[in-house]
């Protein structure tokens, strides 16, 4: 009883312990959730206000404003490909891309079927359930 009670013991302790972890995730995984929202919604404000204000340059034939802080200036980006038709596009400039990835429902029931399937095997593992 000794050893096994002092087992139980320090197995409520690590169990309350577990539960308290596991809260606090759910808790730091909202917050996060929230901070992300927080910036996407920052960054997209952001990516429109610079778009207008490129935009309003642009049609008033403004390439550059100037202030002690800062500068803004016009530039073209470097040139870049546009599909407008990939069905269109020669097969020198199409590139095919094959992967392979295990279908696991359909070997774990295969296997558990009693057909053999090479290369894969059931495993069972254990894990600790707190409720």
């Known amino acids: 009883e000794g050893i096994s009670g002092a087992i139980a ?19 730091v ?10 910036y996407t919604a920052l960054k997209k404000r952001r ?6 204000l490129l935009e309003r340059m642009e049609d008033a034939g403004i390439e550059q404003i100037s202030c002690p802080e800062f500068e803004l200036t016009v530039v073209k980006n470097p040139p870049s490909v546009e599909i ?17 990835q295990p ?20 495993t069972q593992k254990t894990r600790l359930r707190i409720r």
């Open 9 to 27: 013991e320090k197995g409520k302790g690590i169990g309350a312990l577990l539960l308290n972890w596991e809260a606090t995730e759910k808790q």
């Open 29 to 38: 995984k909202e917050a996060a959730n929230m901070m992300l929202a927080r």
């Open 47 to 52: 990516e429109s206000l610079r778009d207008y």
């Open 84 to 100: 407008e038709d990939a069905d269109e596009l020669p097969t020198a400039f199409l590139e095919v891309k094959i992967s392979k």
């Open 103 to 122: 279908v696991k429902k359909a070997i774990k029931k295969a296997i558990q079927a009693g057909e053999e399937v090479p290369g894969a095997s059931l």
